[in-house]
């Protein structure tokens, strides 16, 4: 069963392009040779930390957004933990929260779609601005 993840993990600050290129390629294909799909990466940056990790107070922030299974994200952790550039990395499922979201953004169109429809025109027997009279 295929789910939406978001990996994200710090290398070390000091970390040239190229080898944050190589790390990323590697992760690409062993999500490929696993059935996944890698849906988006991006680099955010070095950044500061909050608290110092492994003597570093800066680190280079890259997220994935992929799509696989759990044997997946447990090879692709597993590497990480591995991989002496990287100083911490985190995994989240996202496809839970996406339905969550879609679901809301569907009840909401909806809403508008009703509200969006005009209001009846009055008879050209009523004149406008006048409610017709009560009987009692």
């Known amino acids: 069963m ?4 978001e990996l994200m993990f710090i290398v070390r600050p000091d970390m040239p392009e190229e080898e944050q290129d190589k790390l990323i390629s590697t992760l690409e294909t062993a999500v490929t040779t696993s059935g996944g799909q890698m849906k988006n ?11 110092s990790v492994r003597r ?3 680190g280079l922030y ?3 957004t992929l799509e696989g299974s759990g044997g997946l ?4 952790e597993r590497r990480l933990r591995v991989t002496e550039p990287v100083i911490k990395f ?3 499922r ?10 809301i953004k569907a009840i909401r169109d ?3 779609k009703v509200s969006a429809t005009p209001a009846p025109a009055p008879t050209p027997s009523e004149p406008a601005g006048e409610a017709p009279a009560a009987t009692a």
Not at 2 to 5: A, D, L, P, Q, W
Not at 73 to 76: G, R
Not at 94 to 103: S, V
Request: glycine share 2%.
């Open 2 to 5: 295929n789910r939406t993840y």
């Open 41 to 51: 990466v991006e680099k955010m940056g070095k950044r500061h930390l909050a608290y």
């Open 56 to 58: 570093f107070r800066d």
């Open 62 to 64: 890259i997220l994935l």
């Open 73 to 76: 994200i447990h090879e692709l």
């Open 90 to 92: 985190l995994t989240v």
């Open 94 to 103: 996202i496809d839970e929260e996406q339905k969550r979201l879609d679901k």
């Open 110 to 112: 909806s809403r508008r």
